[in-house]
Structures are given as structure tokens and as C-alpha cells.
């Protein structure tokens, strides 16, 4: 089972969800999307919080207040987080999460670290949490699948800017070599360059 939450602070609005176990976590952990961000309390056990970006966004154009969002979320959703003041919570792209066999269900690495950001939490607020359950929606999704169709889409469109790209090349080579034409024909027509009869010195009007 995955969590879906709405985070309606800013227009337009970000979805967050979060796997209901560990075991759940592992499969997000696996078959996320490029474009999701993790969120996780830092030392200590918590759920595994993931923010869709906006297309084209980074993880810098997130605002502060989903930020703020996703961090209480995740710290609502740790046992011992959940009771602690002033906590950390850290945050990358989905695709520095690092797995490795001999990890335990649910643990992760990073393969930069200096990518990873972190955020304070000074205590929960509870009314930042109650908004989001509110907008709480409970699924079943198909994990691999759901990366697999977007993969597809993603490479579709890569073919597709390709194809666009070759044919801009094509247009471009195409006006270029008309331009070309154009110059060499206007350099022809230049009078320095042009002759006449009376410049071969055929200049008679007689046959013989």
C-alpha cells in the first residue's frame, strides 16, 4: 500500500506519497521516478516521504513551504522522530539513493553526498500535519509498471526532439545553400562580372 498526500500550499499544488512499511519502502526505494524527491529524518527511523517535481523543476525550485511539508510528514511518520525536538531531516534526488545487497530492507546510501540537503525541524506542527491527512488517498499501485510506462514516455519524447533536432538540421542546411546560391548568383550579376558582346569585341552588326 502507498500513501498519497496533496501539498496545496503553492499553485500548482505537489504530490507526496510514502510506502506504509518498509517492505513498501523498498520497492519505492527501487521503482521511483527520476524526477521524485526522498525525504528521511536523519540518524534516525522514519518513513521514506517522496515529492514529485514539476516538469522541468530541480530540486532547487521546490518552495520552502513544501519543503517544510514533506519534512513534518516525515517526522510525523517516525516513532522516535515523532518525539523529538530539533531534528534534521535530509533530502536528495531519487537518484542518488545508493542500494547495495548487503543493506538491510529499507536502508540506503547516496552516491554524492554533497547532494544530499538538510533541513531543521525544530517540533512538530500539528496543523501543517493535519492538512495533509486530510488530503490522504489510500492505493495499490503497480510500482514496476508504473516506472516502466514512464520510462516509455520519456523515451518516445526522446525520440521524438531527435527526430525534431534532425530535421531543424535539415531545414538549416537546406537555407543555407540557398543563401549560398543566392550570394553566388548576385556576385554573377554584379556589372564587373558580367560581359557582353562589345566586351568580346564582336561589336558589328555585319554577318561576313
Not at 10 to 16: D, H, K, M
Not at 93 to 122: C, I, P, S, Y
Not at 157 to 177: A, H, P, V
Request: net charge negative; with cysteine.
Amino acid at each position: 500500500m502507498v500513501f498519497y498526500f496533496t501539498s496545496n500550499v503553492v499553485t500548482p499544488e505537489y504530490s507526496i506519497y510514502m510506502g506504509v512499511d518498509k517492505h513498501e519502502n523498498e520497492d519505492l526505494i527501487k521503482w521511483g521516478f527520476p524526477e521524485d524527491v526522498w525525504f528521511h529524518v536523519d540518524k534516525v527511523s522514519s518513513a521514506h516521504v517522496y515529492l514529485r517535481l514539476h516538469p522541468g523543476d530541480t530540486i532547487e525550485d521546490v518552495p520552502q513551504s513544501v519543503i517544510d511539508d514533506c519534512a513534518q510528514l516525515v517526522k510525523a511518520n517516525s516513532i522516535q522522530g515523532n518525539k523529538m525536538n530539533n531534528i534534521d531531516v535530509i533530502y536528495t534526488m531519487w537518484e542518488n539513493l545508493k542500494k547495495t545487497a548487503n543493506m538491510d530492507v529499507g536502508q540506503v546510501g547516496f552516491f554524492k553526498d554533497k547532494e544530499v540537503h538538510k533541513v531543521r525541524v525544530e517540533k512538530r506542527h500539528n496543523d501543517i500535519v493535519n492538512r495533509l491527512q486530510k488530503t490522504k488517498v489510500e492505493k495499490f499501485p503497480d510500482l514496476r509498471a508504473e516506472r516502466e510506462e514512464r520510462d516509455h514516455k520519456e523515451a518516445v519524447e526522446k525520440r521524438k526532439k531527435i527526430q525534431q533536432e534532425k530535421q531543424r538540421e535539415k531545414e538549416d542546411i537546406r537555407k543555407r545553400k540557398e543563401q549560398a546560391e543566392l550570394r553566388s548568383y548576385a556576385s554573377l550579376m554584379k556589372p564587373e562580372n558580367m560581359t557582353s558582346n562589345f566586351d568580346s569585341g564582336n561589336d558589328s552588326d555585319d554577318f561576313m
